[in-house]
C-alpha cells in the first residue's frame, strides 16, 4: 500500500504528537495534521491583512486564507526601523471574526515569538522575512510546534534546509512590497531547475552526484532522493512576493506553484474587493486563459499598487534570514 | 452501470484534488477498470460523469467559485440537475460541508454560506476549533470491516443531525463522522491523506451498484 502513494510517506517522520487524555485518543500535531493543513489551501490566495475590515474584506473576496501582520511589506520598507509580528488584540480579533484560516507572521529565528502566535490560536505561523530577522544564525526548530509552519525559500536548498526544520509548507520569497512578481519567478524557476536537476540524477541512479547535491545544498540525502522521487517539494509550495495583477497569479501557477499569497498587491490598490476576487478566480481558473482574461478585465491597471524598485525599495528582504 | 464506461471527476476549484486524484485512480486500476479521473472546472465537464468528488478545502471559497455571479461560472445548478439524473457524490471535510443542507459555524454565529444542499445533514463548521485542535484518531466503520479506519480532522466540521433517509456510518458520543444518503456519501475527515482506500472503494461500489 505505501508504494501506491510515495508522496504520504513522509508525514511519519519527525513529528511531535500530542495526545489527549479524553476518550478519543486524539493525536494533535502530527506531520499529515500539519502538512495536511497546508494542502487544504491549495489553489487558494492567501492574502495580507492588517485589520479587522480588511479580513472581512478577504474573506468575502473568497481567500482560503488570510495573513495577520503590523504593517504591509510596502509599509514596512517606507517605515523602516524593526518590523515586529501584529498586535495580539488585532490577531484575536481577526480570529474571532472570520471563518477561514488566520496565518500570523513572526521574527525569523524568534522561537518565543512564534510561541506566543501558537498561544493565540493562530492556524498557521510565516517565519517570515518580511519581518526583521531576530536570529543571524539560525531559523526556528518548527518541529516542535503543534502549529503549522509556513517558510520563505528563493532556491531548491533553502526550501529543502527549512523542511528539515520542519516546516509544514514554502512560499517563494519573491520581493515583497515591490508589486513586481520577476523575483518570485525567479524564485520558483530555481526551485523547479533544482529539482529537475536531482530528478536526473535519481533517474540516472547516480548516488555520487546526489550526495554532493546534498552537501551542495546543506541538506540531508534522504530528503534530496524523497524530493527527486516525488518530483516535487514533499510539502505544498505557493508563490508570494510581488504578485499584484490576475495575470500575475495565473503565471504563477502555470510555472507549478500550488497556489498564491498576496500581500501589498490588494489593500494597497484602490479597487481592493474587486482585484482579491479577480485574483481568486483567476487562480483557481489558471489554465482557462478566457477565465484569467475575465479576470484581468476586472481590475483597473490605473488603480494598481504602484510599487516600489531600486532605491525607493532601501533593501531587500529576499535576502534576509540565517542561511536563506 | 457498465465498468468500461464509468467516469468519475472532482471538483478542481480549490483543495486537495490531487490527493483524491492518486487514490481515486489507484482504486480504479485495482479493479481493472481503464478509467482516469477528471478534474472538473466547467458545467460541461459534469454532463459525463457518473460521479464527483469534492475534495478538501476552504468551503467559503469553493462555495463562492460554484455559486456566485461575479465569479461567473455557475456550477452549482449544474451540480444539482446532474445528482438529480443520478451522478454520485463523495463530500470530504469541506465538501462534506458544501453537500449539506444546513451550515453553521462554531465561532461566526451570524456566518452564512451558499450550499449545494444536496444531502439531508446540517453541519457544523471548525467544530473542535483551530488548527492546532486538528488531530487524527482511528474510527470504528463497522460497514468498512473490523480494521479501525485512520480519521484525519483538519479544522473538522461535525454532523449534527441527519433526515430519515440517511445512513449513519461512523459515530459515537462526539457526533457523526460519516453518512451515506442513496448515491451521496460524505466524511468530516480526510481519508485521501491516508493510506487507506476503503472510503474510495465504497464510493466506486456505490457507483458500479447502479
Known sequence: MKEMFPERAYMK??????????????????????????????GGVIMDVTSVEQAHIAEDAGAVAVMVLDKLP?????????????????????????????????RIGHTYEAKVLQETGADCIDESEVLTPADEWRHIWKWDF???????????GSALRRIEEGAAMIRTKGEPGTGNVAEAIRHIR??????????????????????????????????VVETAALGRLPVVNFAAGGISTPA???EMMLLGCDGIFVGSGIFKSEDPLQRASAIVLATAYWDSPEVVYEAQEMVNEQKAMLGLTGPEMKFSMQERGADS | MSKSTIQIGILALQGDVLEHELMMNAVLANKGIDS???????????????????????????????????FGHKLAAKIQERVQKGMAVFGTCAGAILISKASKDQVVKDFSQALLELMDIEVIRNRYGRQRDSFERPLTIERLGNEPFPGVFIRAPIITSVGKKV???????????????GKLLATTFHPELTDDTRFHELFLEMILND
Not at chain 1, 14 to 37: H, L, M, Y
Not at chain 1, 146 to 156: E, K, R, Y
Not at chain 1, 209 to 221: D, N
Not at chain 2, 168 to 180: E, F, Q, R, S
Open chain 1, 13 to 42: 517522520k519527525g513529528e511531535i504528537k500530542q495526545i489527549d487524555k479524553d476518550a478519543f485518543e486524539r493525536i494533535r500535531g502530527t506531520n499529515r495534521v500539519k502538512r495536511g493543513f497546508a494542502r487544504m489551501t491549495k
Open chain 1, 74 to 106: 510596502i509599509d514596512v520598507r517606507r517605515a523602516g526601523g524593526v518590523a515586529r509580528p501584529a498586535s495580539i488584540p488585532i490577531i484575536k480579533e481577526i480570529l474571532d471574526t472570520v471563518t477561514i484560516p488566520v496565518m500570523a507572521k513572526c
Open chain 1, 146 to 156: 503543534v502549529t503549522p509552519f509556513v517558510c520563505g525559500a528563493l532556491d531548491l
Open chain 1, 190 to 223: 530555481l526551485v523547479n531547475d533544482g529539482i529537475r536537476e536531482i530528478k536526473a540524477h535519481y533517474k540516472a541512479n547516480d548516488t555520487q552526484q546526489l550526495m554532493a547535491k546534498a552537501r551542495e545544498m546543506k541538506v540531508s540525502y534522504e530528503i
Open chain 1, 248 to 250: 500575475d497569479a495565473a
Open chain 2, 36 to 70: 482516469k479521473i477528471l478534474w472538473v472546472r466547467r458545467p460541461e465537464q459534469l454532463d459525463s460523469l457518473d460521479g464527483l468528488i469534492i475534495p478538501g478545502g476552504e468551503s467559503t471559497v469553493m462555495s463562492r467559485l460554484v455559486s456566485e455571479m461575479r
Open chain 2, 167 to 181: 445512513e449513519i456510518l461512523a459515530k459515537d458520543a462526539g457526533g457523526i463522522y460519516a453518512v451515506k444518503q
